[in-house]
């Protein structure tokens, strides 16, 4: 099973890129992004919570090495104005209805 590639980065550092951050979409392998020894442009995404390296390449444009302007998924920010939730009256817990059983 083959979970990314691992990049040797700024001298002796390792991390590794997983295979969901490889390119966009997910792809059946990860020979079919890059081969062993092949230079390829990363970002650094942070660390998680062992202090492992987290790194990217489907956000940088590896023929310039500048960040990607790739689509991403659309979220709704927090700021963003959205109607005012209006009062559905007293509900009750919910799950208590009678079953039909035919």
Do not use: W, Y
């Amino acid at each position: 099973m083959e979970f990314g590639a691992f990049v040797n980065f700024f001298g002796a550092k390792d991390g590794l890129v997983h295979i969901s951050q490889l390119t966009q979409g997910r792809p059946e392998t990860v020979g079919e992004v890059v081969k062993e020894g092949q230079e390829v442009c990363v970002k650094l995404l942070g660390f998680d919570d062992r202090g492992k390296v987290r790194l990217s390449m489907k956000i940088v444009d590896q023929a310039t090495g500048k960040k990607s302007r790739a689509p991403r998924a659309s979220r709704r920010s927090s700021s963003e104005s959205r109607p005012p939730r209006r009062d559905r009256g007293d509900r009750g817990g919910g799950g208590h209805r009678e079953r039909r059983r035919g």
